[in-house]
């Protein structure tokens, strides 16, 4: 039973265009929703998270949208950068009082081409 | 600040075999998470510690286990590997043991099982 689904493989966009990646969730309890970008030969690495209390949150080019009634999030990049090619997992998680346990997609693969 | 490290980086086993996998949790980060990512997959929680005591487990077997030190490292320990344990092991720290706070991952150990 996948939680938190990423469907769509592969993304290729051009450099200073806007990526868009989107994920969608099941679990309704799920309160707090992340992104990492993974590099090959290295370990996630946390971009930008936001609570489910909020809709939209903000760090230089990177934007998280959460849509908590269509369960569903996005990240976008703006503008992108042939660096930002690499892996994106959506995760997210929920406040149970024990551990903080992520439950990842599968992973968008994103080429950024000049 | 210092970020988390992996040990070894590969690793081959046998099946049957048993294998221990060790991580240093980030500088100023008490509490250690244990992922298993198989190819093409998200990583799957598999247990986390805080205050050298497990308070989290995904669904994984009892060959399973693991420790963590007063000093906040940690090791994942599987005992009579299946070929199914081939993966890539990730080990992530964060600061507290319940609620959401992103995970800060190593670069992994990738596991080989032959």
């Known amino acids: 039973d996948q939680q938190v689904k990423q469907n769509s493989p592969s993304l290729s966009v051009q450099e200073g265009r806007i990526s868009i990646l989107n994920c969608d969730y099941t679990?309704?309890?799920?309160?707090?929703f992340l992104w990492y970008k993974k590099y090959p030969a290295e370990g996630p690495t946390f971009l930008i998270s936001?609570?489910?209390?909020?809709d939209k949150n903000e760090d230089g080019r990177f934007t998280v949208f959460l849509n908590k009634s269509a369960k569903h999030l996005s990240l976008h990049i703006v503008p992108s950068q042939p660096g930002d090619s690499a892996v994106y997992f959506c995760?997210?998680?929920?406040?149970?009082?024990?551990?903080?346990?992520?439950?990842f997609g599968t992973g968008t693969r994103l080429q950024v081409t000049l | 600040e210092t970020g988390v490290t992996q040990s070894p980086t590969h690793l081959i086993k046998t099946r049957g075999q048993q294998v221990t996998l060790r991580c240093s949790s980030q500088?100023?980060?008490?509490?250690v998470s244990w992922y298993q990512q198989a190819l093409g997959q998200g990583p799957q929680f598999i247990f986390q510690?805080?205050?050298?005591?497990?308070?989290g487990r995904g669904n994984f077997p009892p060959r399973f286990s693991g420790l963590q030190f007063p000093n906040y490292s940690s090791e994942l320990n599987v005992n009579a590997l299946e070929l199914d344990d081939s993966a890539l092991y990730l080990c992530?720290?964060?600061?507290?043991?319940?609620?959401?706070?992103?995970?800060?991952f190593g670069n992994g150990t990738r596991l080989t099982v032959t």
């Open positions: 995760a997210a998680s929920a406040n149970t009082g024990t551990a903080s346990k992520l439950t």
């Open positions: 992530a720290s964060s600061f507290g043991g319940t609620g959401n706070s992103p995970l800060h």
């Open positions: 500088s100023g980060h008490n509490t």
């Open positions: 510690y805080y205050r050298e005591e497990e308070n």
């Open positions: 936001i609570s489910s209390i909020k």
């Open positions: 679990n309704s309890m799920f309160d707090y």
